[in-house]
């Protein structure tokens, strides 16, 4: 899979300084970081990184109106929101931005559960989907499959 290098995490609202100059981490991704304080995690899922721009939320038991992760595959790029601190991480190859996965899902574990159903029998059954870039189905996806009856 071959992707171009991304440009910096820019969204409106969000201005950052020409003269930033970005960190680079264990993996070799950049990564910048920025603070706006007057925000909360929504603006993210429905603007900054809107899944019709090809961003997926990376579930987390941590997630909440002050904390997010995404995820965009296609450009290697992650972006983390907490409590008005933004990291944004560009990995510069497939591998670094494989290891870059590997080290979220190592740092926030098991990822919840995507929704729950209680059986006729009472028994609780927990359903939990895929990661970007982890093979399987969404939780979205297997929602929709069981409310079909797959």
């Not at 969000?14 to 706006?36: L, M, Q, W, Y």
């Not at 190592?106 to 559960?113: A, I, L, M, R, T």
């Not at 929704?115 to 297997?142: H, K, N, W, Y």
């Amino acid at each position: 899979m071959s992707m171009t290098n991304p440009k910096p995490f820019q969204s409106p609202g969000f201005p950052r300084s020409e003269d930033e100059k970005p960190e680079t981490n264990k993996n070799g991704c950049a990564i910048v970081r920025t603070f706006h304080p007057m925000i909360d995690r929504y603006r993210f899922d429905g603007r900054s990184c809107a899944s019709a721009d090809g961003w997926e939320q990376y579930d987390t038991r941590e997630d909440a109106s002050y904390f997010g992760v995404w995820v965009r595959l296609s450009t290697r790029e992650t972006v983390t929101y907490a409590e008005g601190d933004i990291t944004h991480v560009a990995a510069p190859t497939d591998e670094a931005f494989a290891a870059e996965l590997a080290s979220m899902a190592d740092f926030y574990g098991e990822p919840p559960p995507a929704f729950r159903m209680i059986m006729g029998d009472g028994q609780l059954v927990e359903v939990t989907g895929a990661r970007p870039g982890e093979d399987g189905a969404s939780g979205t996806e297997l929602l929709a499959q069981a409310i079909r009856g797959e």
